[in-house]
Nanobody
Framework: QVQLVESGGGSVQAGGSLRLSCAAS?????MGWFRQAPGKEREGVAV???????NYANSVKGRFTISKDNAKNILSLQMNSLNAEDTAMYYC?????????????????????????WGQGTQVTVSS
């Protein structure tokens, strides 16, 4: 069973920065960050494949940077220029290459249904 443990959430003022981390118990093919604000559906924020390819939500492009230390199985999300709309519970998620019946060449996309493994979440609160 894959375990994902997030850390790094907190409260910050608008315009500030936070860095989230997620420690995985094993190497994964695709990892990413999702978030869920109160009263809203969970949405993909950014994902990164084992080859380093990345995919970001339009709302965070240019502000957030996803990265991964493959040697330590640690996923990170550097969040800059935060605004109130970024307030949410942030979740780390991961999948292996063939999870959910995906083919060997399926891209690493921020599609919630493709990820079987999830962390417990870490809260990010941005005050204006």
């Amino acid at each position: 069973q894959v375990q994902l443990v997030e850390s790094g959430g907190g409260s910050v003022q608008a315009g500030g920065s936070l860095r989230l981390s997620c420690a995985a118990s094993s190497a994964m093919y695709c990892m990413g960050w999702f978030r869920q604000a109160p009263g809203k559906e969970r949405e993909g924020v950014a994902v990164i494949g084992r080859d380093g390819s990345t995919n970001y939500a339009n709302s965070v492009k240019g502000r957030f940077t996803i990265s991964k230390d493959n040697a330590k199985n640690i996923l990170s999300l550097q969040m800059n220029s935060l605004n109130a709309e970024d307030t949410a519970m942030y979740y780390c998620a991961a999948r292996n290459r063939y999870d959910r019946g995906l083919s060997w060449n399926s891209p690493c996309d921020p599609k919630e249904k493709e990820f079987p493994y999830w962390g417990q979440g870490t809260q990010v609160t941005v005050s204006s």
